[in-house]
């Protein structure tokens, strides 16, 4: 069973604009949600977090909102930039258990 | 610098044979852990430690095994049981065993393994 979701598995958007990447989870005891971004060959990197009694995080370019009762959280990049295009996965966390991954979004900027 | 280091980054291993990836981390971190990744699955956990001479199984630990005798090292052994071994692997370190939550994890560069 998929705790974490991510349920566009890619997306496309123009240089300029804002890009909308989002999650969906179902554990109710996840209380940290991360969004970490990977290139081809590489380890993931850390963009950004939230903890559940935040409804927003900023971060530069970088926003991530989180919306609990509907177990729902997106990170916001804007302007998107041609060096945003990777793939980018939404994590979460419950206490002190491990991260749970989502199955990640290629995002693909076009300049 | 510190950081966490996997080797090597390519692995090519004949059906039947054992295999270890190493990765070890000079960042003073408690807590180590392992992903599996495969096109389209994400990341899933195969094992962590979250202190030395400890280790739980992940949701995927089958086939698998580590040792965690010492704070920066946590190799992983993926054995000849394990049914579809041909996958990108990932290494990651947090500062304590909270999952990471204050800073995340930071993860090694990985190590794609093939199974010939």
């Known amino acids: 069973d998929q705790q974490v979701k991510q349920n566009s598995p890619s997306l496309s958007v123009q240089e300029g604009r804002i890009s909308i990447l989002n999650c969906d989870y179902t554990?109710?005891?996840?209380?940290?949600f991360l969004w970490y971004k990977k290139y081809p060959a590489e380890g993931p990197t850390f963009l950004i977090s939230?903890?559940?009694?935040?409804d927003k995080n900023e971060d530069g370019r970088f926003t991530v909102f989180l919306n609990k009762s509907a177990k729902h959280l997106s990170l916001h990049i804007v302007p998107s930039q041609p060096g945003d295009s990777a793939v980018y996965f939404c994590a979460a966390s419950a206490g002190n258990t491990p991260l749970v991954f989502g199955k990640g979004t290629r995002l693909s900027v076009i300049a | 610098d510190g950081g966490i280091t996997q080797s090597p980054k390519y692995l090519f291993r004949k059906e039947g044979q054992n295999v270890t990836l190493s990765c070890e981390q000079n960042?003073?971190?408690?807590?180590m852990y392992w992903y599996r990744q495969d096109p389209g699955q994400g990341l899933r956990l195969i094992y962590y430690s979250q202190i030395v001479n400890d280790f739980q199984k992940g949701d995927i630990a089958e086939g698998y095994s580590v040792s965690r005798e010492k704070k920066e090292s946590f190799p992983l052994t993926v054995t000849s049981a394990q049914k579809n071994p041909t996958a990108f692997y990932l290494c990651?370190?947090?500062?304590?065993?909270?999952?990471?939550?204050?800073?995340?994890?930071?993860f090694g560069s990985g190590t794609r393994l093939t199974v010939v």
């Open positions: 554990n109710s005891m996840f209380d940290y």
């Open positions: 990651a370190s947090s500062i304590d065993g909270q999952g990471g939550i204050f800073d995340g994890y930071t």
């Open positions: 960042l003073n971190h408690d807590a």
């Open positions: 939230i903890s559940s009694i935040k």
